[in-house]
Every structure is written in structure tokens, then in C-alpha cells.
């Protein structure tokens, strides 16, 4: 008898394991928010620092960049990575990156459901880089620099992980 009882407990395994795979994606897509692009990402505010000796003999200009994240979503999502490129006047100041990739899930930013969370980035400039050639040093601080982000975000709800794009700006008035 080629149908024997064990041999249909293990086709049985076999197919409810082939099944798991093919839906794997599926369910795992369940997980995110439909609304995944109502995800807002704002640039909050961007701060001159002070240079530490290291950084005034290394000769580096250092902004703290802050992002504010609205997630208006029903589900607590995280981020383990935003990527963006900084511009000051339409002028590139370079590529900045905020990285919790080798941080488990629960130690990352949490975006609470319905809330907000605000993200600093460091971001280091050689004071000698041509994009600066525009700004005096002392006023890049200054309220009539308009300052602009862009780039992706990787938001994460459960196993996850959706690049979420951005353009933002954060005008100042003199």
C-alpha cells in the first residue's frame, strides 16, 4: 500500500511547512501598518556645537542634526537606520547617517503609536570643505540659513523592515 499512515503524516508536514514559506512573505507584510507612508519624518531643529580640542585640531565643523518622527499609524514601529543628505541654502553639506542596526529591536527608537519621537544625528563637516565657502563659520547658526533633509528611513514593525523616503525642510525667518 503506497499510502501508508506515516507516509501521510509526513507528506502532511512536508506540505504545511512548503505552505508556511510561500505565506511567509504575506504574513509578514501583515505586520506593517497599511498606512506605512503616513509616517512623517521632520527635520526639527539643526544646532552648531561647539568644538571639543579633538575637533578644533581635527579642524571639523559639528552640527546636531534632530529629526522629529510622527506616527500616526495604530502600531508601534521602530527605525534601525536613516540615511539623508543635509543642505543649508540649497547648498550640499554632505551625507549623514544615524545607524541602531547592531542594537536589538527593543533598545531602538521606538515610534509609539499615534506619537512622536525626536532622533539626533551628529554630523561632522571639515571646515575647509568647499561647501562652506558660502557660510561664514559663525553664521551658520544663524536664523537666516534654510535647511533642508533628504533621504530614507528604515521603519520596522515586528519582522519587517520598509525604506520610508523623505524630503523635509525647516525654514528660518531673519
Known sequence: MFL??????????????????????????????????????????????????????ANLLTLNVFFKIDNPTDKTLATSKIDYTLFANGESLGNGHVDYADIPVHGRPQLLSGGEARIMSKFEIPRSDSSLTQFNIGNLSSSDINWEADGTADIESGFVTSPLAFKTELERSS
Open 4 to 57: 501508508t499512515k506515516r507516509r501521510a503524516i509526513l507528506i502532511g508536514a512536508v506540505a504545511a511547512i512548503a505552505a508556511g514559506i510561500i505565506f511567509t512573505p504575506l504574513i509578514l507584510t501583515l505586520t506593517l501598518p497599511a498606512d506605512i507612508n503616513a509616517v512623517k519624518i521632520n527635520l526639527d531643529k539643526v544646532e552648531i556645537v561647539n568644538p571639543s580640542p579633538e575637533e578644533e585640531t
